[in-house]
């Protein structure tokens, strides 16, 4: 499930990005993992993408498509071979929550990996991906 969402920012431009879970392939993976490590690099002790490929893999209910992306292709055009870059993530973490024996288990979720490239920062790109994954999450039957 992709969406396609045009930001017309304050300067008059229109930039074209969309919204899509990741593949469950090694090769995006690796794109987030080192995505989310270059937009924390500026911490004192940085983490690396293999940081990030951990918590992923690691996890137990880990979905590729639980992991929302915003890609950009910087020349707005659909039809161009040129690759859309990640931009910005949020990752949802589905979990199991009991409340004891008279109550059924609820599936519930929450969010990590909350982040979004500085040359795409002060957009609300990131308010976009996060309310959308919201959604995204009821309509997986994830209570948020």
């Not at 045009?6 to 074209?16: A, E, P, R």
């Not at 993992?33 to 209910?61: E, G, I, Q």
């Not at 609820?106 to 309310?131: K, N, W």
Request: hydrophobic share 35%; proline share 7%; net charge positive.
């Amino acid at each position: 499930m992709a969406s396609k969402h045009i930001v017309k920012l304050l300067d008059g431009s229109t930039h074209h990005y969309r919204l899509r879970g990741l593949n469950e392939n090694d090769e995006d993976i690796a794109k987030w993992t080192k995505f989310c490590a270059s937009v924390f690099s500026y911490k004192p002790n940085p983490p690396s993408p293999s940081y990030f490929a951990r918590h992923f893999y690691n996890d137990p209910r880990h979905d590729a498509n639980l992991v929302r992306v915003l890609t950009y292709r910087p020349d707005n055009n659909a039809s161009s071979q040129e690759e859309e870059a990640i931009v910005s993530s949020v990752r949802i973490f589905q979990r199991t929550i009991s409340m004891g024996p008279r109550h059924p288990p609820i599936e519930t979720g929450g969010i990590g990996e909350v982040c979004t490239s500085p040359d795409h920062q002060r957009r609300g790109l990131l308010l976009g991906i996060v309310v959308l994954s919201q959604l995204y999450a009821e309509y997986r039957g994830i209570v948020a």
